[in-house]
């Protein structure tokens, strides 16, 4: 069996997850959260501060929000909109 080479001057990407990507998260950090939500960092802190995300809880010397915690506050603040309804919800979820 012979070994195929990669052609020179060639980049291979690609965008799709990985199933370590997909797996569902118990807690996420600010980043994270931020990325999940598609808010900066300091956004996610400033509705932390003001009450309209969850507040975050200290593991170690770390700053942590409790996945299923954010879900369900979303879920409630929908608006009377249908919450299985939202991508970000649906990909958190794996759907």
Not at 56 to 71: A, C, H, L, N, Y
Not at 79 to 85: I, L, N, R, V
Request: hydrophobic letters at 35%; proline letters at 5%; charged letters at 25%.
């Amino acid at each position: 069996m012979s070994k195929i080479q990669p052609m020179q001057g060639v980049t291979l990407t690609t965008t799709a997850q990985t199933p370590a990507d997909a797996r569902l998260v118990a807690y996420v950090g600010t980043r994270r959260l931020a990325q999940l939500l598609d808010f900066s960092e300091t956004t996610v802190r400033d509705l932390a501060r003001r009450g309209e995300i969850p507040k975050p809880i200290r593991i170690g010397g770390s700053m942590r929000w409790k996945w299923s915690d954010v879900e369900a506050f979303i879920e409630r603040g929908s608006s009377g909109a249908d919450a299985s309804e939202d991508p970000i919800l649906k990909a958190s979820r794996g759907s």
